[in-house]
């Protein structure tokens, strides 16, 4: 048995993923490729390889009876009807993150999941398949170093496009510490506040950066944040985890240091693919072993949807200054663990 899948938005990440699957992933591979811009379909296709079918309309692409698995890789905003269009299939559906931009759509994709009665839906936070984050998970699940109580982090790139927002700091890059923080410690958040220092003179007009959150845990544990997209030095992730009887630091790729020119230096990572790349070969990987068995591993629609809620408090945190509640209602029973 192998997952036929079809695949919803040809951009960067989507053709990412095409390669991925296509050359690296066992047991799945990609029969179809749909783009509103047929273009961007083309493109898709042809790294897909030859036979792969093309379309425009994400409806007709998932329906097609060839097809029994979805990747959806639109930008964020367009991800709620294709994810709901799979689940009504009754097909395995994993959506890049964020699940969608406003914690509305999400709900409505969480809505038609339970309605389904069937676990379909993975979302793609791929820090919790990184090997660094599974190894400060493996250390504080030992209990030795007691409680964890104060984590700091940093969330550095080199830059960014003009079209990124104020509010993307949250929605499209501190999304990721909002879902993996919380699977770290096995808490969940209570409130988040945004606080702006003074704006980088590199950060392009009508964009502050850089950007500080502070969000705590319903246990109290204090996250303090730094999200800095104009950095210039490069993708720099850093997670220090404060505990009773220890600090664990985050481990980074590794490259060699450098003796050179009477400086001492180590290379930090370009970019986010580059960083996370062996972390998306594992998730994807994962996805298609628990799809064949009609699970999901990951994050969950749920947790897609707790993360936007939460983002939607540190968004209107940016214009208010305030601490904002982090209100979920509490986990369904469909999702409880
Ligand atoms: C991008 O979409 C990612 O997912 C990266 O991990 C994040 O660092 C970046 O800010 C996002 O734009």
Redesign the pocket.
Known sequence: MSLNIALIGCGM?GREHIERIQNRIKDAKIVAVCDVFEEGAKKGAAIAGEGTKVYTDFNEAINDPDVNAVVVTTPGAFHKDPVIAAIKAGKPVFSE?PLANTAADCKEIVDAEMASGKHLVQVGFMRRYDRGYNQLKALLDEGKFGAPMVIKCT?R?DG?AED?TTA?AVT??AI?EIDVLPWLVDDEWDEVQCIMPKTSSKAHEGLKDPQIMILKTKGGIVTVLEVN?NCGFG?D?NCEVVCENGVMNLPCPSFPTVRFDHNVSTKIEDN?ILR?IDSYDVEIQDWVNHALEGKTGGSSAWDGYVASITADALVKSQTTGAAEKVITGGTPDFYKK
């Open positions: 990440i993150k969330h790139a960014v990124y993307m499209d890059t990721h997209v993708y992730i986010w996370f």
